[in-house]
């Protein structure tokens, strides 16, 4: 993807002087705005709002203001290189996107639409537990192109084996393994809206297809989907969990395993004593705890325990491409992106989703390459101040 930026930006001028009168939003606040006149309240506060009154999200990008970028020049910045190297394998992009449930609710093609645009802009898709389509299915839509599955631990251990044996069969290449959901948060807009897609059968999808969680059932889903969501309410949440339990989920599986949701530089520490394999920094996009750090605020603080030993990723509060090289810089091999592509996939489909992450690729390139930088692999702190 070398000059990748220039070739977008190119693109859109060339529209000149007459401009596509269908043509999608660039500014991140036009597709939100977008997003919210076709959404019902309900779906867009769902995914637009947070835990209670929504201070941590205002935290998330509070945080990415405080660091201000200081560009260097006569650097050769002619040929950049976007690449990053994670377990092994080689990605295309600094970029993933991140792992978001109940996609049906956003788009009617859900998460099959978000999957094939991060295929084709070779972005890995992480694929959510909540998803309504199957984690079949999603891979099936990828063919080849990079994918990790989340995990939500659930109560029942067999569920939990057999979503990461199918994840492993289905092509998955790593497991994201969110820690800061043993239940939901305080979500005011959601009780206000009284809206929990879940009990509605939206979400549940890779449950429902589960040989062992459908074994628990006295009858089919199709036969009684009510008795099953319920039994999903009883297992979804895992809160007596602890960290001697990770050595249930590394007997499971031979992928790579990354622990999300990871603020605290102790934290960190017990993610490495328990040999996990990678780190994800991230508040859950302030959805889980309201009053909490801005998690590019932690990111510092849980690299400098980690000291390069295992990757370190962050998410929460990425809106442009400036904030994934101030997120970069700071440490992060790789960052995920949520909500803007979550608002393109509610404006245009696929489409909308393929040309957030277009547009996020070409500034992040740019950024880089106006300050100095030619590959985000080598992105270092040295480039930013901190303003208070």
Known sequence: MSNFGNQIQFKVYQTMPDPDPERLPVVYEEWEKRAREV???????YIAGGAGGESTMDANLEAFKKWKIVPRMLRNVESRDLEVELFGRTYSTPLMLAPIGVQSIIHPD?????????AQMEVPYITSSASTKTLEEI???????????????NKDPEVTASFLKRAENSGYSAIVVTLDTPMMAWREKDLRNVYLP???GEGV????????????????????????IMHWTKTFGNPGLTWEDLAFIKKQTSL??????IMHPEDAKLALEHEVDGIIVSNHGGRQVDGALGALEALPGVCEVV???IPVLMDSGIRRGSDAVKALALGAEAVLVGRPCMYGLAVAGERGVR??????????????????????????????????
């Open 205 to 228: 999808g890779n449950y429902l297809s589960d040989p062992v969680f459908r074994s628990r059932l006295e009858k089919a889903p199709e036969e009684d989907p009510t008795s099953a």
């Open 256 to 261: 790579p395993i990354l622990l999300k949701g």
């Open 139 to 153: 891979a099936h839509a990828m063919g080849d192109a990079p994918r990790w599955f989340q995990l939500y631990w």
């Open 39 to 45: 959404l019902e309240d309900g779906p867009y506060d």
């Open 110 to 118: 859900g998460e099959l639409a978000a999957a094939k645009a991060s």
């Open 355 to 388: 040309e957030v992450l277009q547009n996020m690729l070409a500034d992040l390139d740019l950024t880089m390459a106006l300050t100095g930088e030619t590959s985000v692999r080598e992105l270092e702190s040295s480039i930013l101040r901190k303003s208070e």
């Open 198 to 200: 879940f009990l509605v």
């Open 307 to 309: 000291g390069g030993r």
